[in-house]
């Protein structure tokens, strides 16, 4: 047995004009896989890996592609066309992903893209998209740990900051303090984990904290001295925007980093920079 929405190896039961027809069990019974999309070698009773959605005209259909994103998943699309009954977004398939108006936040615009979650709808069986992303967010709590590193979607901006899908699963948000750079929506970042929170809610930075972190940062700011004959313009007056265009890391990490290769007698802070110490 197989579903709309899943993915299975299906046997080649017949051939006619339109393609091949695969057997998915009961309820689909007998799908067509279009002959355009026919793989160059196959046998009768053989198996063929497949997506199962359905076509234009509501009917089960395979496939030999994988859609950019899968029922059960969080992800970003386009947006191909607007109607009446919603927009329909580019998906990678020949028929395009509905996302129905009553699962949008706001309007859509043709090309632009926006996270989405993708699911089958129980009441009509058919592979839609959501906006709701809350909706979707997992009940269950998380088991992270402080400085563990995640995969995160960010999807919404509050006054707080960014929301974000943590690993495809969990929610959470990103501090504006905490970041230094664009963030785009449905651009997947590397974060890590500052808290869990008692709802479940996870707080995150995109600044590794810890002491070997610091260490390393310290190594790349003595060789970009060494690099740069000794001195950097760069220093703890620098604006935030700068120090992590260049380095990667916040204004308060960075100062932490040149205060301790100052206790160590590596650098000299000057009013015009940073100056490697002779010998180092």
């Not at 019974?29 to 198996?47: A, F, I, K, Q, Y």
């Not at 400085?147 to 995160?152: I, L, P, T, Y």
């Not at 002491?211 to 001195?231: F, K, V």
């Amino acid at each position: 047995m197989a579903g709309i929405g899943e993915r299975a190896m299906l046997e080649v039961v017949r051939e006619n004009d339109h393609g091949l027809y695969l057997d998915a069990g009961e309820p689909l019974g007998e799908v067509l896989l279009p002959r355009g999309e026919m793989p160059m070698e196959w046998t009768l009773n053989g198996l063929i890996d497949v997506f199962l959605y359905r076509d234009s005209e509501d009917r089960p259909v395979a496939t030999t592609k994988y859609p950019r994103v899968m029922p059960g998943e969080f992800g970003c699309l386009s947006v191909a066309a607007t109607t009446p009954i919603g927009a329909f977004l580019d998906w990678g398939l020949r028929k395009d992903l509905l996302l129905p108006f009553r699962e949008q936040r706001e309007r859509t615009e043709v090309g632009s893209r926006y996270v989405v979650f993708v699911y089958v709808d129980d009441a009509s069986n058919r592979i839609v998209a959501s906006r709701r992303i809350g909706k979707f967010i997992s009940d269950d709590f998380p088991s992270y740990k402080r400085g563990d590193e995640v995969k995160v979607l960010p999807y919404g901006k509050t006054d707080l900051g960014y929301k974000v899908v943590v690993d495809g699963k969990f929610g959470g948000v990103i501090f504006k303090n905490e970041v230094f750079s664009r963030v785009d929506f449905g651009e997947e970042l590397i974060a890590y984990v500052k808290q869990v929170r008692g709802d479940g809610k996870i707080d995150l930075s995109l600044q590794r904290k810890g002491g070997q972190e610091r260490e390393d940062l310290e190594e790349r700011i003595l060789s970009e001295l060494r690099r740069r004959d000794g001195h950097w313009r760069l220093c703890d007056k620098s604006p935030p925007e700068e120090i992590y265009k260049a380095l990667g890391v916040s204004k308060k990490v960075f100062k932490n980093a040149l205060g301790s290769l100052f206790r160590k007698k590596k650098i000299l802070i000057e009013d015009d920079g940073v100056r490697l110490q002779r010998g180092r």
